[in-house]
């Protein structure tokens, strides 16, 4: 520690990097313009409560501190001939967001989400609308609905702490002074992009070789499986199933939820497949999808602690819990165990945590992939 603490550890200032231009393609945005993915309506929301005192002018110097910081936040969409692109503009521009005043309360939130989303306009720069609701005297709440192009869900934990930290500083009666970001997503965009993960080919193909027997009666229709018609279940666990499900099964076996969930998934998968005359095999063919943020994967140089955008990835693995009697897996005994250890291992094995999956899918025109996409994607 004493040598450590004696290094010379000087540090150059490196320029400040405000990610200004095109963006370019990462996976994720490739795979949805391929995907020929609507745009309208594609968003992320979340609801937070606003400090007690806080003025409609305070909000906005708040906001466009926001913006001026996180350049996608400002990013403009540009149609192309084939497809699309994003460009952010400097700042100095007038991109101040829209705020509207409105209800808020449980029964008002949809319908305020849908139409602050209605009103987010990528061509024109507006990623971002803002519905807030005073309470004087008290707390009020801010609801914040983003282009789902330019963010993902650790974005939000940077623009909570953001706002959190330019309210501090209006309450103060300072300038609000965010801390820079030290690697933009334009950086990033060009930085994967240029990145090669050609030794994963054999690997990828290989996992896409998995059979993938159709779940329904039919293939996905394009034209009629779509968004409208989805269905949603949701199923709540008693307290004492979450407990164990989040600290002491995967502590049993040194490994994360993602590995107990998917043996599970693996499992009801081949029975229930099994049932209906389906079967190929106990292994299951899954897309997962990883938050992306794997800068050290890419370079030393890059930090995206700070850096607001949709980097999520998205990859397939096969999940082999093999052929265990339906008893054995009731039971949860020393074969359920065994099974579950055997998954543990199958998804350390996948490589670059699964980013260059896509960089090869989408971005790499001599190593195209084959094969369709899995029917079933798992997001923890």
């Known amino acids: 520690l004493a040598t450590a603490a004696l290094a010379d550890t000087t540090v150059a200032p490196r320029a400040v990097d405000r990610g200004v231009g095109p963006i370019a393609a990462t996976p994720m945005l490739a795979e949805t313009e391929r995907a020929d993915t609507p745009l309208a309506n594609f968003y992320q929301a979340m609801v937070l409560t606003t400090p007690a005192g806080l003025t409609r002018g305070q909000l906005d110097r708040i906001l466009t501190a926001l913006l ?38 449980p029964d008002d939130v949809d319908a305020a989400t849908t139409r602050a989303a209605a009103e987010l306009a990528p061509e024109d720069g507006v990623m971002l609308r803002a519905v807030w609701q005073d309470e004087p005297g008290g707390t009020g709440r801010l609801l914040l609905v983003v282009h789902h192009l330019v963010i993902d869900g650790v974005s939000w934990r940077i623009l909570g702490e953001d706002l959190a930290r330019a309210w501090a ?78 600290g002491a099964v995967p502590a049993a076996f040194h490994g994360g939820v993602n590995d107990v969930l998917l ?64 008893s054995d897996v009731l039971a949860a005994g020393p074969e359920l165990a065994t099974a579950a250890k055997a998954v543990k291992e199958q998804l350390r094995a996948v490589p670059s945590r ?27």
Do not use: C, K
């Open 68 to 105: 001026d910081r996180h350049g996608m936040l400002r990013a403009r969409l540009s149609r192309t001939g084939s497809g699309w692109a994003l460009d952010v503009p400097a700042t100095g521009t007038d991109h101040a967001p829209a705020v509207t005043e409105g209800p808020l309360g």
């Open 169 to 246: 500083d209006v309450a103060a009666n300072r300038e609000v002074a965010l801390d820079d970001v030290p690697t933009s997503f334009r950086t990033w965009s060009h930085a994967i992009a240029a990145t090669s993960f050609a030794a994963e080919t054999p690997f990828w193909n290989d996992v896409l070789t998995t059979p993938d027997p159709d779940l329904g009666d039919r293939p996905l229709d394009p034209a009629v499986d779509i968004a409208s018609t989805v269905v949603t279940q949701r199923i709540s666990l008693p307290d004492e199933v979450s407990a164990a499900l989040l």
């Open 263 to 326: 043996t599970a998934l693996a499992l009801a998968l081949s029975r229930w497949r099994a049932d209906r005359g389906r079967s190929a095999g106990t292994a299951a063919l899954l897309n997962v999808e990883g938050h992306g943020r794997e800068n050290e994967l890419v370079s030393a140089d890059l930090d995206l602690s700070r850096t607001v955008g949709w980097f999520t990835s998205i990859y397939p693995v096969r999940v082999d819990p093999g052929a265990l009697a339906w």
């Open 354 to 380: 699964g980013i260059g999956y896509g960089v090869l899918r989408y971005l790499d025109p001599t190593r195209p992939l084959p094969g369709a996409a899995p029917q079933i994607l798992f997001n923890y």
